[in-house]
C-alpha cells in the first residue's frame, strides 16, 4: 500500500502516459529500472527528471514497496544519467518532492536533477525558494 498519503497508484498520471509512450517525452536515458527526460518546464539550465519503470507514487512508496533490485536499479541510474549529462564534476542537486507539503504534483516518483550552473544554497526546489 502506498505509505505518501497521495492514494493508490493512479495509471492515468502523465508519467504513467509517458512511460507507455502515449505522450511524448525528451529522453536523456532508459534502462531496465528507470526512464530520464527533460522536465517541460526547466528549472534550471538542465533540468532531467528520473522515475522508475515501476508503478510507485512517491519517495516514500519506492522505499517501502520496491524490490531491492528496483531501489537498486534505479538510483544506480540516477548516477549514471547525472554523469552523462556531465553534472557530475561541477555538481548538481538532486530532489524528490513527496506528498502535500512537500508540493508533488506528479504522482508517480521521480528524482528532479538540476544543474548546469551554480545553484541557490537553499535546500528547496528553485521553483519554490
Ligand atoms: P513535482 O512537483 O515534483 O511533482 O514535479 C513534477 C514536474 O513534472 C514539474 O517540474 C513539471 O514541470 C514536470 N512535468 C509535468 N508534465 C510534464 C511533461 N509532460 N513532460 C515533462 N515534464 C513534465
Not at 55 to 79: C, K, M, P, Q, T
Not at 94 to 103: D, L, Q, R, S
Amino acid at each position: 500500500m502506498p505509505v505518501s498519503g497521495l492514494g493508490p497508484y493512479d495509471d492515468a498520471n502523465i508519467f504513467a502516459k509517458i512511460l507507455r509512450g502515449e505522450i511524448p517525452s525528451r529522453l536523456v536515458y532508459e534502462d531496465g529500472w528507470a526512464f530520464a527526460f527533460h522536465d517541460i518546464a526547466p528549472q534550471a539550465p538542465v533540468h532531467v527528471l528520473v522515475i522508475p519503470r515501476g508503478r510507485y507514487v512517491s519517495l516514500a512508496d519506492f522505499s517501502a514497496s520496491a524490490s531491492n533490485e528496483e531501489i537498486v536499479g534505479f538510483f544506480r541510474a540516477v548516477g549514471v544519467v547525472a554523469r552523462e549529462l556531465g553534472l557530475e564534476e561541477p555538481g548538481y542537486r538532486a530532489v524528490a518532492n513527496i506528498g502535500a507539503h512537500g508540493g508533488q504534483e506528479v504522482p508517480h516518483f521521480h528524482v528532479h536533477l538540476f544543474g548546469g550552473e551554480a545553484l541557490s544554497g537553499r535546500m528547496v526546489n528553485p521553483r519554490v525558494g
